[in-house]
C-alpha cells in the first residue's frame, strides 16, 4: 500500500468553471475526509466518509460542493461555479477508526483565475 | 474563543536546543490528541499521538498532555535545521474528526 493518493496534484481554472478531485485512501481504511488549508492557516474540516456514507459536512461548505464516495473506496470532491476564494489545498485523509490519527494524502492546489 | 489554540510564531531556536510547542483546546471531553509536522509546500505528516495524562516520548520527541488544563505540549529535543517547519496540534473531540490548531512555524539555526 502507497498510502494516500491524489489526483490532479494542481489544478488552475477559470472563475466559474467546474473542478473535480480523486482521493484514493490506504485500502483497508473505512473512514475517508476532505479538508481545505490556506496559506497560514491549519487543515479546515470540509466532509467525512465511513464506508460510503457521508456522515458530516462542514456548515462552511456551500451548496457548490459535493463529495462522493460510492463504493466505499476512493472519493471525489466536487466544486461547481468555481470562485476565487476556492484556491486552496484540498487535503484528503483517511483512517482505521474514529481515535486513530489521519493519514494525508499529497494534497490538490487548486488556483482559481 | 478558537477550539484549537497554538502560538504561531515564529519560533526560533538554535541547533541542539530543545524546541517546546504549546496546544489549548477548548473541549474537555477530547480524547486524542495528535501532532504533525508541515514542511512548506507539502502535507501534514503524522509525528506523535497522545491518548492519556503525561508524557510520551518517540525518539527526539515527547509529546506531553494535561487533560484538567486543556494543554497539550511537542519537545524536541536535539533540534535540527530539519527540524523547521509548522507543526500542527490537533484534537479528536467526540463526533470523530480532528480539529485542528494554526499551527506554529519552527526554525532551527545553525
Known amino acids: 500500500d502507497t498510502g494516500v493518493s491524489q489526483d490532479p496534484r494542481h489544478k488552475i481554472t477559470k472563475r466559474g468553471q467546474n473542478v473535480t478531485f480523486r482521493c484514493d485512501p490506504i485500502s483497508e481504511h473505512n473512514r475517508l475526509y476532505w479538508y481545505r488549508q490556506t496559506l497560514g492557516q491549519g487543515p479546515e474540516f470540509l466532509t467525512y466518509f465511513q464506508n460510503e456514507a457521508q456522515l458530516e459536512k462542514s456548515r462552511l461548505l456551500s451548496d457548490r460542493f459535493s463529495a462522493e464516495r460510492p463504493k466505499g473506496s476512493f472519493s471525489t470532491l466536487e466544486i461547481q461555479r468555481t470562485e476565487q476564494g476556492d484556491s486552496a489545498m484540498y487535503l484528503c485523509?483517511?483512517?482505521?477508526?474514529?481515535?486513530?490519527?489521519?493519514?494525508f494524502g499529497s494534497g490538490t492546489r487548486l488556483t482559481v483565475v | 474563543q478558537k477550539e484549537v489554540e497554538q502560538n504561531s510564531g515564529p519560533l526560533s531556536v538554535p541547533e541542539g536546543a530543545i524546541a517546546s510547542l504549546n496546544c489549548t483546546y477548548s473541549d474537555r471531553v477530547s480524547q486524542s490528541f495528535f501532532w504533525y509536522r508541515q514542511y512548506s509546500g507539502k502535507s501534514p505528516e503524522l509525528i506523535m499521538s497522545?491518548?492519556?495524562?503525561g508524557d510520551k516520548e518517540d525518539g527526539r520527541f515527547t509529546a506531553q498532555l494535561n487533560k484538567a488544563s486543556q494543554y497539550v505540549s511537542l519537545l524536541i529535543r536535539d533540534s535540527q535545521p530539519s527540524d523547521s517547519a509548522t507543526y500542527l496540534c490537533a484534537v479528536n473531540p467526540p463526533g470523530g474528526k480532528l480539529t485542528f490548531g494554526q499551527g506554529t512555524i519552527l526554525t532551527v539555526h545553525p
Open positions: 497522545i491518548y492519556s495524562n
Open positions: 485523509a483517511s483512517s482505521y477508526t474514529q481515535g486513530d490519527g489521519y493519514t
